[in-house]
Antibody
Framework: EVQLVESGGGLAQPGGSLRLACAASGFTFSSYEMNWVRQAPGKGLEWLSY????????YYADSVRGRLTISRDNAKRSLYLQMNSLRAEDTAVYYC??????????????????WGQGTLVTVSA | DIQMTQSPSSLSASVGDRVTITCRASQTISRFLNWYQQKPGKAPRLLIYATSNLQTGVASRFSGSGSGTEFTLVITSLQAEDFATYFCQQTYTTPRITFGQGTRLEIK
């Protein structure tokens, strides 16, 4: 059974840092691109970051570039999100999501077929 | 960035009703459009990918159609478990994908 389990959320001070982790099981982690998506309380879904299977190709949403760093450790079957310079507006549930069907040659397509349960990040003094 | 606009933002319906949710893109996205269902406190669940392909395990009362800039999700014969929020997602500009703002489907 495919499982993605996030951890590392919690309360952080403005300007502080957190490192989120996503532990994968039930599939060949190294064969799938991965993403982070967040959802502020009562709001919609916001894509944050993408990482290729090898970790060589990374993209960020403009809203978080420079403050978030995505990484993966295929040997540990884990995905990470380092979050620095946290702001109140970063308060959200953070999800990791597996991507399927992405055509890297044309940079199109794909869907998020499995999601973790989410981890809540609260930024407040 | 491609903007995705869903309509309506909320919708009340009864069990057994047929429901249509629309997603419009600010520019053409061919058929690179996915639909997700999210229930309170839960992660989103993939329903339909590439406009009209039903994800494994999803009930056949869900269907999707469209191309270019306008897409629809149809739920025929609503069931109690279908009351949730639905999001569309464009993957024309993958990995820089965007979601619609969501449509909340409530019980009338």
């Amino acid at each position: 059974e495919v499982q993605l389990v996030e951890s590392g959320g919690g309360l952080a001070q403005p300007g502080g840092s957190l490192r989120l982790a996503c532990a994968a099981s039930g599939f060949t982690f190294s064969s799938y691109e991965m993403n982070w998506v967040r959802q502020a309380p009562g709001k919609g879904l916001e894509w944050l970051s993408y990482i290729s299977t090898s970790g060589d190709t990374i993209y960020y949403a403009d809203s978080v570039r420079g403050r978030l760093t995505i990484s993966r450790d295929n040997a540990k079957r884990s995905l990470y999100l380092q979050m620095n310079s946290l702001r109140a507006e970063d308060t959200a549930v953070y999800y990791c999501a597996r991507m399927r069907g992405y055509d890297e040659e044309i940079s199109m397509g794909g869907e998020f077929d499995y999601w973790g349960q989410g981890t809540l990040v609260t930024v407040s003094a | 960035d491609i903007q995705m606009t869903q309509s309506p933002s909320s919708l009340s319906a009864s069990v057994g009703d047929r429901v249509t949710i629309t997603c419009r893109a600010s520019q053409t996205i061919s058929r690179f459009l996915n639909w997700y269902q999210q229930k309170p406190g839960k992660a989103p669940r993939l329903l339909i990918y590439a406009t009209s392909n039903l994800q494994t395990g999803v009930a056949s009362r869900f269907s999707g159609s469209g191309s270019g800039t306008e897409f629809t999700l149809v739920i025929t014969s609503l069931q109690a478990e279908d009351f949730a929020t639905y999001f569309c997602q464009q993957t024309y500009t993958t990995p820089r994908i965007t979601f619609g703002q969501g449509t909340r489907l409530e019980i009338k």
